[in-house]
């Protein structure tokens, strides 16, 4: 499985971003897809997960500004980011969850290579 990230830029405070996930390849289901960040000199944390059937769960410093959204159809994850801060500057990156095999199942996760998002104070 493949998976791309899209969408980091630079912004100023307070602006937001939109970015984007999707997953290709061989498998047999998609179980989560979520969002971690690294900033430099920081290990990698969670910010936001979201199930198939669309339950979400959030990082405390996402809840309220961030907005995990998940189409299956496109097998593709966004994160809303508004009222972003320079604590956000940070690679994001994008995890997918997921079952391959045929008659036996087997689950896995994948990781894309990160998108640069650098919020100027």
């Known amino acids: 499985v493949q998976v791309l990230e899209s969408g980091g830029g630079l912004v100023q405070a307070g602006e937001s971003l939109n970015l984007s996930c999707t997953a290709s390849g061989t498998f047999f289901r998609l179980n989560t897809m979520g969002w971690f960040r690294q900033a430099p000199g920081k290990q990698r944390e969670f910010v936001a997960v979201?199930?198939?059937?669309?339950?979400?769960s959030y990082a405390d410093f996402a809840e309220g500004r961030f907005t995990i959204s998940i189409d299956n159809a496109q097998n593709a994850v966004y994160l809303q980011m508004n009222d972003l801060e320079s604590e956000d500057t940070a690679v994001y990156y994008c995890?997918?969850?997921?079952?391959?095999?045929?008659?036996?199942?087997?689950?896995?996760?994948?990781w894309g290579q990160g998108t640069q998002v650098t919020v100027s104070s």
């Open positions: 995890k997918v969850d997921y079952l391959y095999g045929q008659l036996i199942y087997r689950r896995t996760e994948a």
């Open positions: 979201i199930t198939n059937g669309g339950y979400s």
